[in-house]
């Protein structure tokens, strides 16, 4: 048997292992089945909270299609609510180490538990070999995307995971579902990409919906909201601290002097539980 609790940051949930004592196999047909919604606990993704040699924790990503992701924004609040509220640290200031860095972590808690969460996100990425997108260009900002009958134009940014940053005038007539997994794996995108459809409210707003990589379109998208973020002001369109309005909630963002970009949201456990299917 194992035990596991699902948390979810606006929406975007998931099933998190804490494997800090105990190391567990976790192949992609146990991640597929785990998520598997009306099947399996039904989530987002996986998180597995693991020790590091590096950081106070570290973290690993696994999305529903069993794919691994370089980082997610609410995936690390759900991991930093998990370790504060289950005593792993007593620290309101910690680190933990993902695929895309070390970030740090910082807990608003009331009572003993975290009711907000800011993370610093690191700089964004912005060179395109980088991110990575196949481009003439250095920096991929406002480019022309044509993909059978459909056209757009294209901001890429990587928050440690790709992005392609698509601004709309609405964001409820647009064509996530249906251009979202084209977008996805279009050949310009070496390993494949984040999708987000944003329409600018002012100039510290944003509505946004994102189809998420090996997901699907998720309820919220911390790394697109920051990404978002950077492409509207790389290309004139908001300041640099912007409210993002998500399906699942609101996410504070600031692109600070210091380059880096900060998150500020909330994460909710909702039960926690135990697997009577192990694994393999």
Do not use: Q
Request: one cysteine or more.
């Amino acid at each position: 048997m194992l035990k596991f609790c699902k948390l979810h940051g606006l929406g975007n949930d998931y099933v998190l292992f804490d494997l800090i004592k105990a190391r567990k196999p976790m192949s992609a047909d146990f991640i597929r089945e785990i998520c598997r919604r009306n099947f399996g606990v039904g989530a987002d993704g996986v998180l597995l909270v693991l020790p590091s040699m590096k950081a106070d924790f570290r973290m690993r990503i696994l999305n529903s299609d069993g794919s691994e992701a370089e980082m997610c924004g609410n995936g690390i609040r759900c991991a930093g609510k998990y370790v504060y509220d289950h005593k792993l640290t007593r620290k309101e200031k910690f680190t933990i180490e993902t695929l895309a860095g070390i970030k740090t972590i910082v807990v608003s808690a009331k009572a003993g538990r975290a009711e907000a969460i800011t993370v610093n996100m690191g700089a964004p990425i912005l060179n395109a070999a980088e991110v990575p997108v196949k481009s003439r260009s250095r920096v991929v900002r406002d480019e022309p995307l044509r993909i059978g009958v459909w056209s757009g134009r294209i901001t890429c940014v990587s928050m440690g995971n790709p992005h392609c940053v698509i601004f709309v005038k609405e964001t409820f007539g647009a064509p996530v579902t249906d251009m979202g997994p084209v977008i996805e794996k279009h050949r310009i995108f070496p390993r494949h990409t984040n999708v987000e459809f944003a329409r600018i409210v002012s100039r510290r707003e944003i509505n946004l919906r994102v189809w998420e990589r090996g997901v699907g379109e998720t309820n919220a998208c911390g790394t697109g909201a920051c990404a978002t973020v950077v492409a509207a002001v790389l290309n004139g369109k908001t300041g640099r601290k912007v409210k993002v309005n998500l399906p699942g909630g609101a996410l504070k963002i600031s692109w600070e002097n210091d380059n880096n970009i900060y998150m500020e949201g909330p994460a909710e456990e909702v039960f926690c539980g135990i697997l009577t299917k192990n694994e393999e």
